[in-house]
């Protein structure tokens, strides 16, 4: 049975596959509960063969798994479901419903700009926005921050990142911390956590972080995919793109972009993937095709002799994943499952009773297979403690309210913050 079905669903998959923008008229949300790992493979599976836009991973008996369907695959993913007898529900009945009131609130919220919301991490800031907090912010404090432009995403916009430093980033013995945000076009909430984190180490430093400024050269890349990002303010029927948005005629003349987080080059194009040029997860035609992840690649590596943390921020679902995706653990799993836990815990004292607890483990064993992603990529060439951390989402998926980014920002920042410590000290212990 289970068979017929699947071909069934890869026959839909071929004019339901595009990802194009949609208006989200017809589209609904649907909670999934899982019982089993095989469950969760499942999900991966119609995440390739039709192209199942999965909102939120779930875990067995703790978190359920969110999907959106589509007119075109609702039916067939619905009958899938029930004959394998995974039960599921109904969680946001009109996605385009979701989506209109979700662009009134944030503009509503940008126009009500009172004092201390005006600040770009308070608000879902445009590109532009962001570039010039970025450039304000190294004229400001010269003697602590340098902005790097590291070249253009593909269709020219300029990617900058902040090098935060009491020395320049001369004293080669301290360890570097790395975080960057917005792979995803549609995962909002994480530029503003990126900009934050900048704010509390130069703006707004503390004396109870003072260490962390002192002790720590810190990189910080707010905007992963600009081209993407921009496209989703364009109007509500583009808020949901997910990819780069990169055309390569030799792969594809109908569809645009490429998953970022599978374009890396650590077990390519394996597992995880679909070799659909217009599905979510599509890897693109070669690893490291697209500029953006380039970008990340050569601050990589550029720095790989002390950084000792990568941090890419995600969102949604309170996920700290560690590598591989291929289910093999790193050699030093043990303290990458601490270091994830103590950030995870701290947060958890934190959360608002609406959110999930988070989650910490090996993206395979815990998710499913994964390849090309940066979390392992950082891990392969050397970054001890290489996490991808998702965020809350609070029921909202990726349309999370802008009233709900203060205490993402706060809440997270104290992750970072532990997360950043214990990793001076393996730092200095040699780990
Ligand atoms: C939204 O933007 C997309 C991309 O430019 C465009 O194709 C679509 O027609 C726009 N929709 C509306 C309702 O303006
Ligand atoms: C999984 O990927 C890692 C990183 O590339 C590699 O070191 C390891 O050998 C792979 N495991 C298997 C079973 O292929």
Known sequence: MYVISLV???????????NEPNSGAGYSVHGIKLRSHSD???ISELQQSVNLDVWQYGLPEGQDTLVMLSPENRIEVLDLLDEKG?????????????????????????QQGRS???????????????DAYMENIAAQYPNLVTIVNAGKSFEGRDMKYLKISTTNFADTSKPIYFMDAMMHAREWVTTPVALYSIHRLVENLRDQDRDLLEDIDWIILPITNPDGYEYTHLNSSTRLWRTTRSINLEVSEDCVGVDANRNFDVNWNTIGVSTNPCAQTFPGGSAFSEPETRIIRDILLENIDRMQVYMNIHSHGNWLLYGFGNYTLPPNNIHLHIVGAAMGSVMDTMK????DWYKVGNSAMILYGTSGSAQDYGQ???????????LPGYGYGFLVPPQYIEH?????????AVSARLARLYHRSGL
């Not at 392969?380 to 998702?390: A, C, D, Q």
């Open 8 to 18: 069934f669903v890869l026959i839909v998959s071929v004019t339901a596959g595009r």
């Open 40 to 42: 969760q493979e499942l």
């Open 86 to 110: 995974i039960e599921h529900y109904l969680h946001l009945a009109d996605v385009e419903q979701a989506l209109e009131a979700h662009e009134d609130e944030v503009r509503q919220w940008k």
């Open 116 to 130: 201390g919301r005006s600040a770009p991490f308070n608000d879902y800031p445009r590109y532009a926005e962001v």
């Open 352 to 355: 608002l009773p609406q959110a």
């Open 380 to 390: 392969l060439v050397g970054v001890p403690f290489s996490y991808t951390l998702e």
């Open 408 to 416: 993402i920002n706060t809440e997270t920042w104290e992750g970072i």
